[in-house]
């Protein structure tokens, strides 16, 4: 019970997660809900997330009521960490266009950024229909409900979401974690070893492996899986990131760390 209610912690304090918004999708980098209900923003011409705020920024002040300039000041701001100042502005957005489903989808994930899983799985429900689901949107659904503690739930999302597009391997990263929540290392390991070994998988996924490797104290092979195929600086981070993760004193075998979790990504 101990082991299982310090696992819990791990990952709840992975909003939305973490590496694991969502955005919300994919094996895209910024994966924000759907390329068809919310696209990432256009990198400024330095790739600078930092440019990209002030010149979204400079185009939302200039026309606050456009719900494409909304959207990609919300998402730079994301980008760069300023999460509550992000959920303000597509808040408005979404005031402004109730029904614009991109809008939506990035409040959505926005709200689940600032931990507010009840509503974005609320507004993320609006940014879909039954007659027409969006399997990003149903697994970021999915990664609200496991922090609300409704994991049983939340596997009907990723199944559904599954159904749409088989074997993607970020829906399958959530389900693991999912199962690491619960508590059941040996099958979370299943599913995101079933994730890992299609081509499509990110670093996201590799690290998840990784840490539920190493939770079951097997340091070594979840060293070797977070190097591989690496350059050695990003191997070296991972490897630091996982002793991170895995030696923090209330670890389970931890408390406060954040979890990767596919579907919620912010915005590179």
């Known amino acids: 019970m101990r082991q299982q209610s310090s696992l819990a912690r791990l990952l709840a304090s992975a909003t939305v997660m973490a590496i694991l918004a969502a955005g919300l999708g994919g094996c895209q980098t910024t994966s924000d809900i759907t390329g068809s209900l919310s696209s990432k923003p256009e990198a400024s011409p330095d790739s600078d997330p930092r440019r990209a705020v002030e010149i979204y920024g400079e185009r939302y002040r200039a026309d606050p009521k456009n719900a494409e300039a909304a959207l990609a000041y919300g998402q730079a701001l994301r980008a760069t960490g300023q999460r509550s100042q992000a959920a303000a502005v597509l808040e408005q957005a979404t005031i402004v266009h109730p029904s614009d489903k991109a809008l939506l989808a990035g409040y959505g994930r926005a709200l689940a950024d600032n931990g507010n899983f009840q509503q974005a799985f609320d507004v993320l ?136 979790v596919a579907s919620l990504n912010r915005p590179d």
């Open 125 to 260: 429900s609006r940014a879909h229909t039954p007659e027409n689901p969006d399997w990003r949107i149903l697994s970021v659904q999915g990664t609200t409900l496991d922090q609300l503690g409704r994991h049983d739930e939340a596997r009907r999302y990723y199944a559904s979401a599954l159904k749409i597009e088989p074997d993607e391997p970020s829906v399958l990263s959530n389900l693991g974690l999912s199962y690491v929540l619960a508590g059941d290392l040996p099958k979370a390991e299943e599913i995101l070893r079933r994730a890992y070994g299609n081509a499509r998988a990110d670093a996201r996924v590799r690290q998840n492996l990784g840490l539920v490797v190493g939770l079951q104290g097997r340091f070594a092979e979840a060293e070797t899986i977070v190097r591989a195929d690496l350059p050695a600086n990003e191997a070296a981070a991972n490897v630091a990131y996982l002793k991170q993760m895995l030696s923090r004193k209330d670890n389970p075998r931890t408390g406060a760390a954040r979890v990767p």
